[in-house]
């Protein structure tokens, strides 16, 4: 069975940074892309970031880049976002998902809430 | 990276059937076979319905359906259920880039 937990989320101060984990099992992480998308409190999905399957490639929201990384390490089956200079709009849920067949299968996310 | 644009809202009652279109451009929706559609239900994390434009996963009942024409897709749900009402959202990859709607609000009456 695919399972992906997301971990890492919290409350941080504006300015503030953040890693958050993605951990997969159940399929074989090295194979397949991974994307981060977030949800603001009440809002629709958005898409973050996503990196391709060995982690050479990577790809981001006008909104993020230069602030967040996406990596992952596929010896432990794991997937990163570092967020950075976080702002207020960054607030959000925040989900993995594994690529093929769409986003086919996600996490149940974690909750970043940035606020002093 | 503009969202894709869906009607905020669609109802419909048990047993009719729904459509809710999502309209790109050709450089999301219009260029790349990459269209999905995803449901999700409050609390919940989202759920893919259709990928690819019109290829249904296994254990998504084939009420459930998709197509695309030019830089406009759509999902079409018939015979609605009770279970249906969610929030649904497409999504188009857009060369590195994804890109999502705005969502969509089913309203089962």
């Known amino acids: 069975e695919v399972q992906l937990v997301e971990s890492g989320g919290g409350l941080v101060q504006p300015g503030g940074s953040l890693r958050l984990s993605c951990a997969a099992s159940g399929f074989t992480f090295s194979s397949y892309w991974m994307h981060w998308v977030r949800q603001a409190p009440g809002k629709g999905l958005v898409w973050v970031s996503r990196i391709n399957s060995d982690g050479s490639s990577t790809s981001y929201a006008d909104s993020v880049k230069g602030r967040f990384t996406i990596s992952r390490d596929n010896a432990k089956n794991t997937l990163y976002l570092q967020m950075n200079s976080l702002r207020a709009e960054d607030m959000a849920v925040y989900y993995c998902?594994?690529?093929?067949?769409?986003?086919?299968?996600w996490g149940q996310g974690t909750l970043v809430t940035v606020s002093s | 990276q503009s969202a894709l644009t869906q009607p905020r809202s669609v109802s419909g009652s048990p047993g009719q059937s729904v459509t809710i279109s999502c309209a790109g451009t050709?450089?999301?929706?219009?260029?790349?076979?990459?269209v999905s559609w995803y449901q999700q239900h409050p609390g919940k994390a989202p759920k893919v319905m259709i990928h690819d434009v019109s290829e249904r996963p296994s254990g998504v009942p084939d009420r459930f359906s998709g197509s695309k024409s030019g830089n406009t897709a759509s999902l079409t749900i018939s015979g609605l259920q009770a279970e249906d009402e969610a929030d649904y959202y497409c999504c188009s990859y857009a060369g590195r880039y994804v890109v999502f709607g705005g969502g969509t609000k089913l309203t089962v009456l």
């Open positions: 050709s450089s999301d929706v219009g260029g790349y076979n990459y």
């Open positions: 998902a594994r690529d093929g067949g769409g986003l086919h299968y």
